[in-house]
């Protein structure tokens, strides 16, 4: 839980720091099989604390804080072989919004909203914002997004494709961790290879996408939990899987 509510959850460098350390030790622990994020108060997070000021004085080296918080706290957000389940209870701005968008299922409560800020402060999207955008919303919105900076609500991010679903304020939470609580008792190699290989697609052509597939699903055939999930199928039972 990003916890700096008075500030609206605001990147500071020590939170960028705990969040990266959380996130690892989640891929690290065999027993954390799904990740739950979200943020403390009535946003999730304005993004970058532009208080700070190693961002905001003379000579701040903008490229360095990406390159030593931001980015590697998007790659490993994609890269954990677990789901990343965010509950985007709030505003999302800057930083905030795609970091929340690095996420596998992306739930927002409906006062929520998602502001690509960085304009208006005179910079351009980061954090993963200009790959994932055009990716998932087509040029013109990406570009219509990143130009004005304007808020778009949680309903419209869910119309564009931008996140999964809109749950109402008081179940979101809930709902979020139902949901985190399935993943953790699913199928958690194949969690991991469903991640990789959609993200994969965005780069692959068909041909290295089959050979993907085909190798991928070698391996889950020789998973615990395939022999399990096939066996509960013809004894027409629940699974349990174990995550192996
Ligand atoms: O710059 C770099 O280092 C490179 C990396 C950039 C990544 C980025 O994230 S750039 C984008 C940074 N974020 C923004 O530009 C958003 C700034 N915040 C806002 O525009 C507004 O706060 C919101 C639209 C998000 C919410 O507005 P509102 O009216 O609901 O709340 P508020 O009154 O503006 O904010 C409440 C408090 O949080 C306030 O503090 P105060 O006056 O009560 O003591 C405000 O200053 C503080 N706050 C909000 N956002 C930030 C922040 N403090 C520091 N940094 C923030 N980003």
């Known amino acids: 839980t990003l916890d700096r509510p008075e500030k609206l959850n605001a990147f500071t460098s020590a939170m960028l720091h705990d969040f990266l350390a959380a996130v690892r030790e989640a891929e690290a622990d065999d027993d954390v099989r799904a990740v739950l994020l979200t943020g403390e108060g009535r946003a999730f997070s304005a993004g970058q604390d532009l208080s700070d000021p190693a961002v905001s004085g003379d000579g701040a080296d903008l490229g360095a804080l990406l390159a030593e918080r931001y980015n590697p706290i998007i790659l490993a957000l994609r890269t954990i072989p677990k789901p990343v389940v965010v509950a985007v209870n709030g505003t999302a701005a800057g930083a905030g919004a795609n970091v929340a968008l690095a996420g596998d299922v992306v739930l927002a409560s409906r006062s929520a909203r998602f502001i690509q800020a960085f304009s208006t402060i005179g910079l351009m999207p980061d954090s993963g914002g200009t790959w994932i955008l055009p990716h998932v919303v087509g040029h013109a919105r990406a570009l219509g997004l ?99």
Not at 189 to 211: H, S, V
Request: aromatic share 8%; hydrophobic share 40%.
């Open 146 to 244: 990143s130009l004005l900076g304007d808020p778009i609500p949680a309903e419209q991010a869910k119309d564009w494709g931008l996140i999964w679903d809109v749950c109402d304020d008081d179940v979101l939470l809930e709902t979020a961790k139902e949901m985190a609580a399935t993943f953790a008792a699913g199928p958690t190699l194949a969690f991991g290879a469903i991640k990789r290989a959609i993200d994969a697609a965005a780069l692959n052509t068909l041909d290295e996408q089959l050979d993907l597939e085909r190798d991928t699903q070698r391996r889950l055939g020789h998973s615990y939990d395939y022999r399990e999930g096939v066996a509960a199928f013809m004894e027409k039972r629940q699974p349990k899987f174990e995550g192996r």
